[in-house]
């Protein structure tokens, strides 16, 4: 058995009442009982323990005419046998269930006349077949009238179960979850993939609103219980709180589809066409998704200059190097080649032959 704190609001005879049931076991003992009952108050009631006297506290019954006396104005308005008469069965309320609210409306008022509630209970039944069964047998006890209704609802439940049993059921009513109101709806996206603009989603739709480019969505509908909607998150598409614009899937996948359109073209930035292949739409970076940093090329540490494409001396002209390098071809083959291999003597070069100017001297030269 569980005892909520006294708050100071409720019945304080209650309270101490349900409080020495509980510690039955120790009720010989008022050592225990004083220490144990300030752990059942909270609040006011705690407050007002905490500034009573050291020393003014003997035994537990003192101190329980002190806290009921103390707390007797917060004693909750207790009904009388008045207001079982208004207590009536509903139309469509089974005699069980008339009987439980009956029963525990009955038992919050003290001292009650069992004829009274006998009475009480007869008068508020529904108009049918069971009230004028009642009228016949007039019960004049409460035990009568139980047994009488015992057997009125035993004939109400069966009928119950042959009416559900003869209703058709359908599997996907038995395989659906029960909604929640608590749980938001989600809608699952439209595209695998979105396009990546260069203004803010909110931006664009405020504008293309104000273009009237489409048509502003109805407020009057809602897919979730207000009474759970987060007011912090507001949607510059719906109007609505509850989610944000970047967080709309709806709004999202309208974006897209105008986007593939081709209405959203400025808000779009187009890579250039590489040689590979034609430039292909990249998915849309997640926002938490970390960018890679581009990492430069080292400087250069010198510059090697290259003659490549042939002769180049002659001209600037390409039929003049032809002709340069035909007379060069020329002046070759006059030389007549010797008949036997002469020694190959040692060749060593002057400063003075780098400075050398001749047309043949095409070889690469570096630039440090």
Not at 218 to 231: E, I, L, P, W
Not at 320 to 343: D, G, V, W
């Amino acid at each position: 058995m569980t005892l909520a704190p006294y708050k100071g609001i409720g019945d304080p005879k209650i309270h101490v009442t349900k409080f020495e049931s509980m510690m039955f076991l120790n009720s010989d003992s008022d050592p225990i009982l004083c220490r144990s009952f300030p752990t059942f108050l909270d609040g006011a009631a705690l407050l007002w323990f905490s500034n009573l006297p050291a020393g003014s506290i003997s035994n537990f019954d003192d101190f329980s005419k002190l806290f009921i006396n103390q707390f007797a104005a917060s004693k909750i308005y207790v009904r009388d046998s008045d207001y079982l008469s208004t207590i009536r069965q509903g139309q469509h309320e089974s005699l069980k269930d008339y009987m439980t609210r009956f029963t525990t409306a009955a038992m919050e008022i003290p001292d009650l006349n069992p004829e009274v509630q006998l009475h009480a209970l007869k008068s508020g039944l529904r108009p049918g077949k069971f009230q004028e069964a009642i009228a016949v047998a007039k019960p004049r006890t409460l035990e009568e009238f139980r047994d009488k209704a015992t057997g009125q609802i035993e004939i109400e439940e069966l009928r119950e179960t042959r009416r559900y049993e003869r209703q058709p059921h359908r599997k996907e009513d038995d395989k659906t979850p029960s909604k929640d109101p608590k749980r938001p709806f989600r809608l699952t996206p439209k595209y695998d993939s979105y396009t990546r603009f260069n203004a803010r989603r909110e931006d664009i739709l405020k504008e293309i609103l104000h273009n009237k480019l489409i048509k502003p969505p109805n407020r009057a509908g809602s897919y979730q219980d207000q009474r759970f909607v987060d007011k912090s998150k507001h949607c510059a598409f719906h109007q609505k709180f509850g989610h944000t614009t970047d967080e709309c899937v709806i709004a999202k996948d309208l974006l897209e589809r105008l986007a593939r359109q081709g209405h959203l073209d400025k808000y779009i930035t187009r890579a250039r066409p590489s040689s590979e292949g034609p430039t292909v739409r990249r998915p849309e970076r997640r926002q938490n998704t970390p960018e890679k940093p581009k990492t430069q090329p080292p400087p250069p540490r010198g510059v090697i200059n290259c003659i490549s494409g042939g002769f180049a001396s002659g001209g600037q002209t390409s039929s003049a190097r032809k002709r340069r390098f035909r007379e060069m071809l020329t002046l070759q083959q006059t030389n007549k080649a010797p008949t036997s291999k002469p020694r190959t003597p040692e060749i060593s070069f002057k400063h003075s032959d780098y400075q050398a100017r001749s047309d043949n001297l095409d070889d690469p030269y570096k630039k440090y």
